[in-house]
């Protein structure tokens, strides 16, 4: 699963947000040309012929790699956001944190009953907000195809939790602890 063209590309900072953190900054891969198309059309290649009306990105950096990913895939894009940030009426899914809850969103007919939707994020940690989006998606009346990221942090279990969840999972990369 670990390609070296991706990690490559990505930098780690360390103690980010709090100290003893290790943060994958997506940044470096989506400034370099070459290493933005690569990981776009290696996300698309697996849905290239199925069909699939949107993809749906979950805030904020799953609006770069969503938008691209649609526009590959001739479909519609949905955004997911955090509370407050979207004009129409919304439709809401709660979801734990490590100390505390949070909140994803999406307009109300963002999603037609039968949709198929292709999630997509930057990395999946502990798939709290993976797990949110698969479940506002259904609730909206779409299928999740499938899920994909860039960064997979498997130790923490989130990939496997969306598995479980019965949805296909990919990852460029990944990287092992946390």
Known sequence: MATEWATSRIRTVPDFPKAGIQFRDIT????????????VDELVQPYVGVAIDKVAGIEARGFILGGAIAHQLACGFIPIRKPGKLP??????????EYGEDCLQIH?????????????????????????????????????????FVIDLPDLGGAQKIRDMGIEVISLCHFDGD
């Open 28 to 39: 470096t891969l989506l400034a370099d040309a070459r290493g933005f198309r690569k990981a």
């Open 88 to 97: 129409y009426r919304t439709i809401s899914q709660s979801y734990q944190l």
């Open 108 to 148: 109300e007919d963002a999603i037609r009953s039968g949709d198929l939707v292709l999630l997509t994020d930057d990395l999946i940690a502990t798939g709290g907000t993976a797990e949110a989006a698969v479940k506002l998606i259904r609730q909206a009346g779409g299928t999740v195809v499938a899920a994909c």
